[in-house]
Structures are given as C-alpha cells and as structure tokens.
C-alpha cells in the first residue's frame, strides 16, 4: 500500500536506560502514516530499550518523542493509547488464567464502547482464536500466544503498533505466519514499527529500517537498500 507522507512517530535524539547507565545515546527514528520500519541490530543495541522508552516504560533522559507532532515524552502508557498508541512486547505478552476473549477485552480496557464490534473486526485476522476465543490462553501454544498479544495490541484501533522480537522462539512455520499477519495489519492501515533479531525476515517485510550498534543509529536507509548492503549483509545478516 502507498505510504502517507505524514510523520505519525517520531523519536528525537533519545537518551534512556536502565538506573544509572545509559543504553540509548541519542537514537533518532521515525515512521509515517502507514509505514512499516524495522529496527534491527545485535543483541544490546538498545532495539528493545527504545520501544520501551518510546510507550513510557523507562524514563526517557533527554531527547523527544513525537506522536502526530505533538510532543509525548515520558507520558504513562495508560494515556499513550489514548494517542494511537500500542506495544506488544516480546514476553509477558498475555495473560495466561484467562481466556482468550478476556485478554481481548483486556487490550480494550480505555475503550467506552464497541468493544465486542472490534472484537469481532480483530479476530478476523486471527480466525484460529476466533473458534477458540472461550478457552484459557494457558492451553495455547508459544506461536499462538503471539497471536493473541498481537491481536490484543489492536484492540484500540492504534495508528502506530510498537512491536519487540514478535518472532522470537517460534519454528520457522509459525515465524512465517506472525510475520503474514503483521503484514495484513499494516495493509489495514496501521503504521509498525518492528523491533526484529531476525534481520533478513524484518527488512524484507519492512518498507524502511534503522540499523543500531551500541545504542546508537549506525546505518538507515530504505529496506531493500540495507538487504543489499555490504556491511549489514556481513554484520547483521551472515552474508
């Protein structure tokens, strides 16, 4: 799908961590209106401190983020969806004594009505949790769990879904099923931006992405141009 030419997220200069010690230096990035971005780097780059700095789950140190061009820093999550917001996180991602339809309406919990409409919209893209949606999300698998994280992260209808690792841990099928779903989820509208290990698989699925080393930007550039770079391909890539 064509991507807008509006900057719906926007990170400035973002300095965060964890106590004392710095894991971002400064990382900048950005993502349209119906764009999907990949993040990727080696382990300790800071790809997932940045998701987590961006939804308010750490302080954020200096730097800006910027949603619709309004400025967002160090809000709590709770009013962050209220903007568009939402973040699937790579674990702890569901709640597993209830049922799939509980999570569901959990992921709903600042919406005042249409609950069960969007319910029945989201579940459309998941059609193994539809005929399931009353069982205990314990007795799912690890792919279907993310599944239902996914799912859940759409029930606010966001214009920007923050996603880490979402493959992590799955076989191969199942990897390839997530990443067709998150597809489908961006065709719909929503811009993604995706925090991946899995360079090769995010930057063919991605329209543009950020390359981090050491929690700083060390490469960006359109998808199709970092899969084809050298030093990537011998970095991130085993080219």
């Excluded at 209220?82 to 597993?96: D, K, T, W």
Aim: charged share 20%; glycine share 12%; hydrophobic share 40%.
């Amino acid at each position: 799908m064509p991507v807008g030419d509006s900057t719906v997220l926007e990170t400035r200069e973002l300095v965060a961590g964890y106590g004392e010690v710095d894991i971002l230096h400064g990382v900048s990035v950005s993502a349209c209106n119906g764009e999907m971005v990949a993040v990727i780097g080696p382990n300790g780059a800071g790809k997932s401190t940045l998701l987590k700095a961006i939804f308010g789950l750490l302080p954020v140190r200096a730097g800006t983020v910027l949603l619709n061009g309004v400025d967002v820093t160090g809000k709590p999550p709770d009013q962050l969806v209220q903007h568009g917001l939402s973040y699937v996180p790579q674990v702890e991602n569901v709640f597993p004594t209830l049922t799939i339809q509980e999570n569901l309406e959990m992921g709903a919990f600042t919406r005042r009505n249409g609950v069960p409409e969007r319910m029945e919209e989201v579940l459309r893209l998941f059609p193994d949790l539809a005929v399931r949606k009353g069982e205990k999300t314990g007795k799912l698998s690890g792919g279907q769990r993310q599944m239902l994280a996914l799912a859940r992260g759409l029930m606010l209808d966001p214009q920007v879904l923050l996603l880490d690792e979402p493959s992590a841990g799955l076989s191969p099928k199942m990897v390839g099923a997530i990443f067709e779903r998150i597809k489908l989820i961006n065709n719909a509208g929503t811009a993604v931006l995706l925090v991946e290990q899995n360079a090769r698989e995010a930057l063919s699925l991605c329209w543009r992405g950020y390359v981090l080393a050491m929690g700083r930007n060390r490469l960006e550039g359109e998808a199709s141009s970092l899969l084809n770079n050298e030093e990537v391909g011998r970095l991130y890539l085993g080219a």
